[in-house]
């Protein structure tokens, strides 16, 4: 013998005139579907939004959405921002080194010609002499005949 057996036979069905659903119509706790003519306090929220299932999102206020979108659009910006600080601080670090680089590079620039300096006065000292030895040595000049 069956736990859920209903006793008393069906009801016929009845037939309406009316557009809306019967009140006997059956619907699952998870249904969807609804009349657009009905209307109860769960089908409409304050908002005037209409839900569709038990489990369904309720549609987001559109003052609730614009905020949201005006934080993700901050947090945008602001990873952005940090980027772009991240990316100038490397620029400035490279410009230091680069100027480092250039200071190192005239300071070896000036080293070299120092020594170079050194090396033609200490050429000049030795060349000097040069002219003069030739017309010591020879009463009548380097030239000879």
């Keep these: 013998m069956p736990l859920f057996k209903k006793s008393e036979p069906a009801p016929p069905p009845v037939t309406s005139t009316n557009t809306s659903t019967s009140s006997s119509q059956r619907r699952s706790l998870f249904s969807g579907h609804r009349n657009s003519t ?35 659009s901050a947090e945008a910006a602001e990873r952005d921002a940090d980027q772009a600080r991240l990316q100038a601080s490397r620029a400035v670090r490279d410009a230091k080194d680069h100027v480092k680089r250039v ?39 380097c030239l000879t005949n």
């Design 103 to 141: 200071e190192a590079e005239a300071a070896e620039d000036a080293r070299l010609a120092k020594a170079k300096q050194q090396d033609a006065k200490s050429l000049g000292k030795r060349a000097n002499p040069l002219g003069r030895m030739c017309f010591q040595a020879i009463p009548d000049g």
């Design 38 to 72: 009905e209307t109860d306090a769960t089908s409409t929220t304050s908002a005037g939004t209409h839900r569709s299932g038990f489990f369904s999102r309720n549609k987001e206020d559109p003052s609730v959405a614009a905020a949201r979108q005006r934080v993700a």
